[in-house]
């Protein structure tokens, strides 16, 4: 199943996370809609595609530390 990796930074200071981005991971997958394999011919007028159409859940890294507080932690 796809999914999306979710980048953090997080602030040492007060233990908050700043999302930083995502990224798509294509799980290569035939049966999955959002996936790059999924043929486009998949499903006709009569019957329309009924493969999975939903991403898995998000993995979260975090990439960076700050030993500050974040942006909305009052200074």
Do not use: V
């Amino acid at each position: 199943m796809c999914f999306r990796q979710l980048r953090f930074k997080k602030n040492l200071a007060c233990g908050h996370l700043t999302f930083q981005g995502d990224t798509y991971i294509d799980c290569s997958a035939q049966d999955c809609k959002l996936s790059s394999s999924h043929p486009t011919t998949c499903g006709s007028p009569g019957r329309p595609c009924n493969c999975r159409r939903y991403y898995g859940q998000p993995q979260r890294l975090i990439t960076q530390e700050s030993p500050g507080i974040c942006p909305q932690c009052p200074h």
